[in-house]
């Protein structure tokens, strides 16, 4: 059976049909409101294969970003890498924000190759959203009003985006850093990392309470008291959350899904997608 690379929104793409925009070929584009409500929106989970953070003016919003949500409100950053899964499950894609979104070609000298690497918040299993207080939400205002001044200019564009990650990097540093985790934060962190590179494969409880040696009983309390989801939901929950991308992004079959995510029975993955979907697998990608 063949397989298929997951879709990601390239660039290109995501300019052209999410935000409406004729500038495709620039490195590094900041929307606004205004950009988000000309477009289609997206109402499905997604990847790209870029970098993007948008601050929130105003309103609330909510994200999913694998097993967990977030409930986003005046203040908010929002910070995901390239190959990240998320949804905006509430998003009416007309609120005031500003949102940058930038490819690795943006950076040339005197910046080290991968230097985007080294950034935590942009890494699979980060915490994606962090609440500004009002003096960093007003410096980050203003970085990002200079941003917008000299975008045009690739040489001090890319020196001011540089300057802006090094200020989110030192803020998310200082949230993580000054308000320790709890131990059962910590497991709730691993099993995050865990389920992300094995979910696929892997749909026992025993398997993830053993490499965390842990009772399963044990994890699956502490995941009911931190990301409010027992082992099995959260298992569950990654893999309709990958199905429905694969659905919505690619040209595979059901079946081909099916192969990827490591079930074999076609009738017990139909029954259990609708159960959850309240929507078959097929009917699911017709869904407008």
């Known amino acids: ?55 929130l003016h105003q309103s609330e919003c909510r994200l999913h970003v694998g097993i967990n949500e977030y409930h986003l409100k005046k203040g908010s950053l929002t910070m995901v890498g390239p190959g990240i899964v998320r949804n905006w499950s509430s998003n009416s894609w007309d609120m005031a924000n500003t949102t940058v979104f930038f490819k690795e070609s943006l950076f040339g000298r005197p910046f080290y190759d991968n230097f985007l690497l080294d950034y935590d918040f942009f890494k699979v299993g980060a915490n994606h959203v962090i609440d500004l207080s009002d003096e960093e939400y007003g410096k980050l205002n203003l970085l990002l009003e200079q941003l917008k001044e000299f975008m045009s200019d690739r040489s001090i564009a890319s020196g001011l985006l540089f300057s802006i990650l090094e200020f989110i990097d030192g803020i998310y540093d200082d949230r993580h850093t000054k308000v320790p985790m709890s131990r059962n934060d910590e497991i709730a962190r691993d099993f995050n990392e865990l389920l992300l590179n094995n979910y696929r494969h892997q749909k ?42 694969l659905l919505k992004q690619t040209s595979m079959d059901v079946k081909e899904i099916l192969y990827l995510l490591g079930y074999k029975d076609a009738s017990y993955f139909t029954k259990f997608f609708k159960g959850k979907t309240g929507l078959t697998p097929s009917n699911y990608r017709l869904k407008g």
Do not use: C, W
């Open 204 to 245: 026992n409880v025993d398997f993830y309470a053993e490499k965390l040696n842990l009772s399963s009983k044990h994890l699956s309390d502490v995941l009911k008291g931190t990301i409010g989801k027992t082992v099995k939901q959260a298992i569950e929950e990654m893999v309709i959350f990958e199905t429905q991308s």
């Open 1 to 55: 059976m063949k397989s298929e690379t997951l879709h990601n929104y390239n660039y290109q793409e995501y300019l052209k049909r999410v935000l409406q925009s004729k500038e495709v070929d620039v490195p590094i584009f900041i929307a606004t409101e205004k950009e988000f409500a000309s477009g289609e929106g997206i109402d499905h989970p997604y990847r790209s294969n870029f970098y993007s953070f948008g601050l």
